[in-house]
């Protein structure tokens, strides 16, 4: 029988007579409950996407050409074994199947004036693509090149830190207890952009094979990333591995024709150009070339050379999906790893566990072995030093003994994989929790801040040299609990003396450089402003430059004047979202009012912001989830808006209160009765 049911949360749970059949019904509950967002996440993928809702998608589309997202998804499409192309190949015929209905009922199609385009067979590759292109560490790699540049390359350690985009998740796996019979236990919270409606769709998929639940990208099958299959559940977190690189690439051209210099010589590049249609303007071309390194994604507008970008789902034309399918089959840790021995990118941290007892940790994902001067910026496409070798590092598979902790931090596992890495706070402050007996719920929403460089900065002001309002604060501030509280007048201090201190640094004599120009595009501009990179690496400056001076300025000059306010005044829920509908427009201004967010980047409640540019979070835990291996009726988990996608729904926004306090909600796990047929 097949059919859908939705629990008291509207979450589909699916029943299928067999697995292809099964996913046919996903991607048309996709297609229903998402039908505007898994049309935009096609659109990106094609780089189509300013042909529906206009110019300001334009940066993106030329990104998205001149990578050749679709195009490695079709080749990717294209190497897949018989069984998972069959399989995704169901997948998009329930999505086409469902796409007419589902754009009926969402208001961003009629707001635009677009239609639903049926799905190619390869769109869900396209769609996996856009979510993790940027999920890695290349970008990073633009703003270490502006800095060497602009500072010296010995101002490289005064930022080492992730950029806004890779990391804040966290996972953590505790042991069976045999005194009490009960099995291991997995929770956790993936950290990123907070889109509306929510990238991960909470869903059930049952056929005789398997009854699984998880979290699914909508416009994908399966589950990737968190799922339990009543005999083995398994998390993921960002491994912070690097794994793409960019070459600095020199050209030549001769009329139509592009010439790269290679280590022997200069050598023809494939070129052509497309056209980017614009909704409410002129049509763009762009140019498209790729070499042998990889596709141009950019030009350094400083030193005219192109910038490629080499990947290892374009090498090997490969992203992982063979290991969807396994993964809903797979019944003990050993069938997790075995699965994702297919895995390519993004490069995982997986923490496993099932009935038996058994604990896991993984590194899934292929990081090629290179010269390291590769890990830490842009480097010559010419000299063959920076070639890669033809292997990748081998998948890490370990047993755990004990608690298992992933917070994006560098441990033994990973430390091979990466250059850059968290720092080891939150995974130090999740295992002080849980080694007091901290249920989980409670340590998904910790809000304490470490007395990391940054806050002791205020133990070195003198408080004899400020004036009276100033002195007071600092007092105050000193006599804080860290914890940053939506109610807390203090936390509201502190962020905002913190904001007055990044802006200072601006203009500080080892930074004012920065702000030349850069030379790169303006769609990486979260990770190359000089403004947003201060304020993420406070905590650095903090410990390598004197600080003091201008320290004492930023406190005075909050304490001169009007309260900053409580945290949660200043922290505003700021889910992102193309804006194109009047009704998400006022959705996301009553999911405002109706809630506080506590927490900030450095706490394990990493609702992030931006010191110095905004208080606003724009990045959080975008699911709550705990697997409870002794009885999956007993898991928990959470979404930040709702299972519908479309506003008006009495599922678009119901979840948003209990996430935003802490609380999870139970997984579906009564008997399927399969009342709504598709």
């Avoid at 992203?319 to 995982?348: I, M, S």
């Avoid at 993984?362 to 033809?390: F, K, M, N």
């Avoid at 929403?445 to 002001?461: M, N």
Wanted: glycine share 8%; proline share 8%.
């Amino acid at each position: 029988m097949t059919g859908v049911d939705r629990d008291h949360w509207g979450v589909p749970q699916l029943r299928a007579g067999d697995a292809d059949a099964l996913a046919r019904l996903q991607g048309r509950v996709a297609a229903l409950d998402r039908a505007w967002q898994i049309s935009v996440e096609r659109w990106r993928a094609e780089g189509r996407l300013a042909a529906h809702v206009g110019p300001a998608e334009l940066a993106w589309d030329r990104f998205a050409r001149r990578v050749r997202l679709d195009d490695t998804a079709r080749r990717c499409y294209e190497r897949l074994d018989p069984d998972t192309r069959r399989w995704v190949g169901a997948y998009v015929d329930g999505v086409n199947s469902g796409l007419a209905e589902g754009a009926a009922a969402a208001p961003e199609f009629a707001a635009t004036g677009t239609a639903p385009e049926p799905w190619h067979p390869w769109s869900p590759l396209g769609v996996f693509l856009v979510q993790h292109v940027l999920f890695s560490t290349f970008p990073n790699k633009l703003w270490h090149a502006h800095v060497a540049r602009t500072l010296g390359p010995e101002a490289a350690g005064l930022f080492a830190v992730e950029g806004p985009a890779s990391s804040g998740s966290n996972a953590w796996a505790l042991p069976a207890d045999p005194a009490t019979g009960r099995g291991p236990l997995i929770a956790g919270d993936p950290h990123r952009l907070l889109e509306l409606p929510g990238v991960y769709q909470q869903v059930r998929l049952a056929c005789p094979e398997f009854d699984v639940v998880g979290l699914a990208f909508p416009g994908v099958p399966g589950v990737p990333h968190f799922g339990h299959t009543g005999h083995v559940a398994w998390a993921v977190t960002n491994a912070m591995a690097d794994y793409q690189d960019l070459y600095r690439e020199r050209l030549r051209r001769d009329g139509d024709r592009v010439l790269i210099r290679d280590a022997d010589g200069w050598t023809p590049a494939a070129r052509h150009v497309e056209e980017i249609e614009v909704r409410g303007g002129a049509p763009e071309t762009v140019e498209v070339i790729e070499t042998p390194r990889g596709p141009v994604i950019d030009h350094d507008r400083v030193t005219g050379e192109a910038i490629a970008l080499r990947t290892p789902s374009r090498v090997e034309a490969r992203l992982g999906f063979e290991a969807l399918l396994p993964l809903l089959r797979a019944r003990r840790t050993g069938d997790v790893a075995d699965a994702l021995r297919h895995w390519v990118e993004p490069v995982n941290s997986v923490l496993a566990a099932d009935t038996g007892g058994g604990v896991r940790r993984l590194v899934a994902g292929l990081v090629p072995v290179r010269d390291e001067r590769c890990r830490r910026e842009p480097v010559p496409a010419w000299e063959p030093a920076y070639r890669w070798r033809g292997d990748y590092l081998p998948l890490v598979d370990e047993p755990v003994d004990g608690v298992a902790v992933c917070a994006n931090d560098r441990r033994d596992d990973v430390a091979a994989h990466g250059a850059d890495f968290a720092p080891p706070h939150r995974a130090r402050r999740i295992r002080a929790l849980l080694a007091d007996g901290t249920e989980p719920s409670t340590v998904h929403t910790d809000d304490r801040l470490p007395a990391g460089p940054l806050y002791r900065l205020l133990d070195r002001l003198d408080p004899d040299r400020l004036d009276e309002p100033a002195r007071a604060l600092l007092l105050r501030l000193r006599g804080w609990d860290r914890a940053m509280a939506a109610g807390s007048a203090e936390a509201g201090a502190y962020a905002a003396w913190r904001a007055a201190l990044a802006r200072r640094l601006r203009v500080h004599p080892r930074l004012r450089a920065l702000d030349e120009p850069c030379g790169f595009d303006e769609l990486f501009a979260p990770w190359t402003d000089p403004a947003a990179r201060i304020g993420l690496a406070l905590d650095h400056l903090a410990a390598a430059l004197d600080l003091a001076e201008p320290a004492a300025e930023a406190l005075a000059e909050v304490a001169a004047g009007p309260a900053p306010g409580e945290w949660g005044s200043r922290h505003l829920l700021h889910p992102v979202h193309l804006g194109v509908a009047p009704a998400v427009t006022d959705a996301v201004a009553a999911m405002r009012r109706r809630v506080t967010l506590a927490g900030d980047t450095d706490c394990v409640l990493a609702t992030s912001s931006v010191p110095g540019v905004s208080d606003a979070c724009w990045r959080g835990p975008v699911a709550r989830y705990v697997w409870d291996l002794t009885d999956r009726a007993a898991s928990r988990w959470v979404v930040p808006f709702g299972a519908s996608g479309r506003p008006g729904d009495g599922h678009f926004a119901d979840q948003l209160t209990h996430w935003a306090a802490g609380t999870l909600i139970p997984v579906p796990a009564g008997p399927l009765t399969g009342d709504e047929t598709t």
